[in-house]
């Protein structure tokens, strides 16, 4: 399986709000089993959204990488079978 190249992000920490370094990415929710279906979000011009299932902002932060959050943790990786 090939790993994705849009940017996944998660919140298992709760946190009302992630910093991140993208427009466009996926929001999982929390980690499975705890996860809500991976949606798609981009900002287009604004600088922060909402996620639609799990509240939470997030917030465009430019000088984040792309693989980068603050609160740091809340970078969604795809586990092997």
């Known amino acids: ?8 992000f998660q ?7 992630i910093e991140i370094g993208v427009k466009e990415f996926m929001c ?19 600088n922060e959204k909402v996620c639609s299932y799990c509240s939470t902002l997030y917030r465009y932060n430019p000088s984040l990488k792309a693989e ?4 740091a943790g809340c970078v969604y990786h795809v586990k092997a079978a």
């Open 1 to 8: 399986m090939a790993g994705h190249t849009i940017p996944h």
């Open 11 to 17: 919140n298992d920490g709760g946190h009302r709000m």
């Open 28 to 46: 999982t929710g929390a980690s499975a089993p705890f996860d809500h279906p991976h949606i798609f979000i981009d900002m287009g011009d604004d």
């Open 68 to 71: 980068q959050t603050d609160p």
